[in-house]
């Protein structure tokens, strides 16, 4: 008898409070309404990935032909994660040390341009 009381009571306890959740009030949030402006926007936006991994993928595999150290390491910090490199060589065909060589110089020569290192 006492455990015919305990599980009726259990469930009732139960079901009290799956339908109290059900039936309470809910409260939306009201959402600001924000108007655009009517001038041209200052930043471009960017878009990424347009090579589809591409550029990670040869910048990952190239940090070793990299002969300038603050720049392997900048780019190192930079490209760390390995699963765009594994999607994009389960696709296309793995370069050549001569191509990593090339992307190498690149690479180099484009951010040594951003730290100022020639000037135009």
Not at 2 to 13: E, N
Not at 14 to 37: F, P
Not at 49 to 67: H, V
Request: charged letters at 25%; one cysteine or more.
């Amino acid at each position: 008898m006492h455990r015919f009381l305990y599980q009726y009571l259990s469930i009732t306890l139960v079901s009290l409070t799956c339908i109290n959740g059900l039936t309470s009030d809910v409260h939306y949030i009201k959402l600001d309404v924000v108007k655009a402006s009517s001038k041209p926007m200052k930043l471009k936006p960017k878009v990424h990935n347009t090579d589809g991994g591409r550029s990670y993928a040869y910048g990952q595999l190239a940090i070793p032909y990299i002969k300038d150290a603050a720049i392997r390491k900048k780019l190192a910090k930079m490209l760390w994660c390995g699963t765009p490199t594994l999607q994009y060589f389960s696709k296309h065909p793995r370069p050549s040390k001569n191509e990593l060589r090339m992307e190498a110089a690149l690479i180099e020569a484009r951010m040594s341009d951003k730290r100022g290192g020639n000037v135009h």
